[in-house]
């Protein structure tokens, strides 16, 4: 498999990725949130890494103070992969790959709108943000295929 069809995601950013809109720290952010999400959509592979990925990573090299290297990022990530594991039924560690298509967003939709992921997103600011998209069925939400149903 090349780089080009492997996405490198943190644990949280899943989750971040079910109820994104196209908003987010910043434009950079919102840019390489768009980019991953597009890339997962055309069929690639997430490997679950460990601190900045592919989203973040750019950013993380540029700002003073980036958001990825906060002392709540890592433990929002332990907590996510911990949770979607759950929801799962399969263990999920760090090097693991899953292809995120139609109905493993749909399963991960339903969970997180049932508030399965909570103790995740707890520390989050954009929580409540995202806890309204999923109440409202993910309406406008960008992680989907242009045949999935809204």
């Known amino acids: 498999m090349t780089d080009a069809e492997t996405v490198r995601l943190r644990g949280h950013h899943l989750l971040c990725l079910l109820t994104y809109k196209g908003l987010g720290y910043s434009p950079d952010f919102v840019a390489g949130l768009t980019a991953t999400a597009d890339r997962l959509i055309a069929g690639a592979t997430a490997e679950i890494v460990e601190g900045p990925d592919d989203i973040c990573a750019p950013l993380c090299r540029v700002e003073e103070h980036p958001h990825c290297h906060e002392a709540t990022v890592p433990e929002r990530d332990r907590r996510a992969l911990s949770l979607v594991a759950g929801v799962l039924g399969q263990s ?9 298509d139609e109905k493993l967003r749909a399963r991960l939709r339903t969970a997180y709108r049932d508030g399965a992921f909570e103790p995740a997103c707890a520390l989050c600011e954009w929580q409540p943000l995202c806890r309204d998209i ?16 809204v």
């Open 92 to 100: 999920l560690s760090i090097g693991d790959h899953l292809v995120i």
């Open 134 to 149: 999923a109440a409202g069925g993910y309406a406008g939400a960008l992680f989907r295929s242009s045949d999935e149903a």
